[in-house]
């Protein structure tokens, strides 16, 4: 490297020119007047900024490339302990909570509103109109199928159960002078968690509530768990209604049959070449699992920047954690369940008046649900309703310009629906209705562990100044 390459990359933390964004007062969260002063001049030096950590200029300016390679997975945390195998170590620490900002950046990294998604720009069928496949008009840290965004955001602390919800939020973002708000950001997000219990949630350290490999790791005391949960029933009621709105419909594979009611629509799909329904469920719920997934990647790149232990992960029995372990005494989140037609799997359905799938006995119907589904498209705040604000400069007359789902359009879906719900006793009819994958874990790393077992690079520059950047 020639001495100039190496004077730019200097300089980034010689002055520290954050668009502070960085250092906002964040008053909720102890920040101080100066940090304001500090943010209205601009770009702004490091230097000064009065009682904001400075794990937190040094997030803001980490860059995207050490985020993507100094990427691992690092599960011991403070307090942990391996009682066996050639890793057994049993940390000197207590366990440690990470702190309310950390928590934040953390939670907002997965779950955050990004400010208006863009919409599906164009498709040659629907012109003029604007395409009409996207159910939200927020976009967030994470990308959707057609922006059908069906995932809602659970997490668990020592102090208790909360739900974050984000999927139909308006834009949380703003700016001034081009320059992003970050103290906006965090305050808005903050204000829309809802506590549900008290108490960390009770997953027991033992399978088969969680994979074996996990029972030493897994929501230990002073981690927080992310648990992102998608609406399976709602993504398939979008998928049927992009079917339609492209001309197609599905027919029962599983039974070999076509849904005859479907005749009386053959001028709105192609009854002759239909989609086997199988193929449709599971489209759906491999898009639903993408944003489970992929939130839980933007939330672990977070953890490298602050200086943060944990991981993404998949070892975790869902039903025992969505509240369908069976056992009165692992009542996970509380989802309601039942069986149907003898399967060994629970169907999940929701949690009454928190997150409910959009299929019954949440909706009398699917003709219930579907119209649920259009009001969530269309009505008040919804990304095709003319009063909702947008990204651009007209954002009414482009908003107002997708074509509405007609009563016509409505029945068609909603007869491949119910069709489903009444053949296989639920909705979707081979796949979940509710279903969760992917978690993130935070938590404080203990460096102590990595130093004795590993080489040098173990961790990042973050992790080694954790302790002094975040005064803890």
């Known amino acids: 490297m020639n001495s100039n390459n190496k004077s730019n990359v200097n300089r980034r933390e010689m002055m520290g020119s954050l668009l502070l964004a960085s250092g906002a007062a964040l008053s909720e969260l102890g920040f101080t007047q100066p940090g304001t002063i500090l943010k209205e001049r601009g770009r702004t030096r490091i230097d000064g900024l009065a009682n904001v950590p400075k794990g937190l200029a040094e997030a803001v300016k980490f ?25 057994k170590y049993k940390s000197k620490h207590i366990p440690e909570p990470l702190t309310d900002l950390q928590q934040l950046l953390v939670l907002t990294a997965a779950t955050g509103n990004t400010g208006w998604h863009h919409l599906i720009t164009r498709n040659a069928k629907y012109a003029p109109h604007l395409a009409n496949y996207s159910m939200a008009a927020g976009g967030r840290t994470f990308p959707s199928s057609a922006g059908f965004h069906t995932t809602e955001f659970f997490f668990t602390d020592d102090t208790g159960v909360y739900f974050l919800p984000t999927r139909d939020a308006p834009s949380l973002v703003r700016k001034a002078n081009g320059e992003f708000d970050l103290n906006h950001w965090l305050s808005e997000h903050k204000k829309r968690i809802v506590k549900l219990q008290n108490g960390r949630l009770n997953i027991p350290a033992a399978e088969p509530y969680m994979d074996g490999h996990n ?20 993504h398939l009621l979008a998928g049927l209604c992009f079917l339609v709105q492209n001309g197609y419909c599905i027919y029962d594979d599983t039974n070999n049959r076509k849904i005859e009611e479907l005749e009386k629509f053959k001028h709105l799909v192609d009854i002759e070449n239909p989609y086997p329904l199988s193929f449709m469920e599971q489209l759906c719920l491999t898009e639903a699992t993408a944003e489970l997934t992929t939130s839980c990647y933007a939330g672990m790149l977070m953890l490298q920047a602050t200086g943060l232990g944990g991981w993404m992960f998949d070892g975790i029995d869902r039903f025992s954690l969505l509240g369908a372990s069976g056992n009165p005494a692992v009542p996970g989140l509380g989802f309601q369940y039942r069986t149907v037609n003898n399967s060994p799997l629970p ?5 009454p008046g928190v997150f409910e799938a959009f299929c019954p006995p949440n909706y009398k119907d699917m003709r219930e649900a579907t119209r649920a589904l259009v009001e969530r498209k269309f009505g008040t705040g919804g990304p095709f309703h003319k009063n909702t604000p947008g990204p651009w400069k007209e954002s009414s007359r482009i908003r107002s310009s997708a074509q509405f789902h007609s009563p016509e359009f409505q029945e068609c879906v909603a007869t491949m629906a119910q069709y489903i719900f009444d053949t296989f006793g639920k909705f979707p009819g081979s796949v979940p209705a509710v279903f969760c994958l992917t978690y993130l874990q935070a938590h404080q790393l203990d460096l102590d562990f990595y130093d004795h077992f590993f080489q040098e690079d173990s961790y990042l520059y973050t992790h080694a100044n954790r302790k002094k950047w975040w005064n803890t």
């Open 347 to 351: 169907d999940i359905t929701g949690l």
């Open 63 to 87: 860059p995207l490339i050490e985020a993507l390679y100094g990427r691992r997975a690092r599960r011991f945390s403070k307090g942990a302990e391996i009682p066996d195998g050639p890793l």
């Open 215 to 234: 029972t030493w790791c897994v929501n230990v005391p002073g981690s927080t768990l992310l648990i992102p949960v998608a609406d399976v029933a709602q």
